[in-house]
């Protein structure tokens, strides 16, 4: 079952929602053959490293079909851009890959965005950003920009029109995308058209809930939380630098491009989700929230029926704001 709602002022989804990050439901059957290859994933400062190397294998393939893959490696930094054979928009979007900001790259989110590109026929970059905790915060933001800045220099050349781009990532990749939002909307300037936050990692805070420790989240659980956070954050103490590095912690969301927020009821991150969301939706930003019941973390990265269902939502979201 998907529970979703289009939200605006004074429409705030599940106010009385019957599972928490504490009390997860029984994971979905279509997700068993995930959960069981993947749901006992531990990273912490011995594994980390490793992730980076075996991650290339557990992702799906990219079927290169309808589409154009291209790399751009300016300015030292990685950006993929997979272009639709038929183009139908004047938009396009920007990903960004997960991994908890310690491990990931673009070729992550590969698979995804050839999906998106052909079903919405605008260009889907994915940009590369420095991981913790080598490259602590600001790194990965700092490259976020980077990347928006040059998609935008790039416009004319990859037909986009600047106005027409929606932001989003997957979990970390989601927290950066809600993070860069915070940032371009206090610059000025040109601004997302919308935000794409799929499961994203937002609260820091969560990590510190030992409660949270007893229940198990498949895939990304508690212990990942608290190696993940510290490594990203590193020395970060002012609390004017936390609100560009930790989505949650920002006081003042009204003023932000509409929204697509979604997660499963069984990931860890459920509880910061659905109250970022609500924020949002308090604040006077349109969202549109969709909730999955018995969608661990990730749960998408396979082929299931929940994924798709999951994932034709975030297309229609984002078709309103690329054509």
């Not at 929602?17 to 439901?25: D, E, K, L, V």
């Not at 992730?51 to 490696?73: A, M």
């Not at 979007?93 to 310690?102: D, S």
């Not at 990931?104 to 989110?109: C, I, V």
Request: hydrophobic residues 45%; aromatic residues 8%; neutral net charge.
């Amino acid at each position: 079952m998907t529970i979703s709602a289009s939200t605006g002022p004074g429409r705030i989804p599940l106010a009385d929602p019957p599972h928490s990050s504490a009390n997860p439901p029984p994971i979905a059957p279509e997700l068993a053959a995930l959960d069981k290859k993947l749901g006992k994933l531990v990273v912490n400062r011995f594994t980390y490293r490793l992730l980076r190397v075996v991650g290339r294998f557990l992702r799906p393939p990219f079927d290169p079909s309808g589409v154009s893959l291209t790399w751009d490696d300016a300015r030292g930094q990685r950006m993929a851009i997979v272009t639709p054979d038929e183009r139908k928009g004047a938009g396009a979007l920007i990903l960004f890959h997960g991994g908890g900001f310690v491990f990931g790259r673009p070729e992550d989110t590969l698979p995804k965005a050839a999906l998106f590109a052909k079903a919405l026929g605008v260009p889907v970059i994915c940009p590369a950003y420095r991981l913790a905790p080598q490259n602590p915060f600001p790194a990965a933001l700092d490259d976020g920009h980077a990347a928006w800045h040059r998609v935008l220099a790039r416009a004319d050349a990859l037909g986009i029109d600047p106005a027409k781009i929606v932001v989003g990532g997957y979990s970390a990749g989601g927290g950066l995308a809600a993070n860069l939002v915070h940032r371009l909307h206090d610059e000025g300037g040109q601004q997302p058209a919308a935000q794409l936050l799929i499961y994203p990692m937002l609260d820091d805070r969560t990590a510190q809930r030992r409660e949270l420790d007893a229940p198990r989240h498949s895939i990304w659980s508690n212990g990942n939380n608290r190696f993940a956070w510290p490594a990203y954050l590193g020395n970060t103490a002012d609390p004017a630098a936390l609100t560009y590095a930790v989505g949650a912690r920002r006081a003042d969301l009204s003023g932000l491009p509409p929204a697509w927020v979604g997660v499963g009821t069984c990931d860890l991150f459920l509880d910061e989700v659905r109250a970022y969301a609500r924020r949002l939706g308090e604040a006077g930003v349109a969202v549109s929230y969709d909730e999955v019941d018995g969608g661990i973390h990730a749960f998408d990265m396979d082929d299931n029926p929940l994924a798709h269902a999951f994932t034709a939502s975030q297309i229609a979201f984002i078709r309103g704001y690329v054509e």
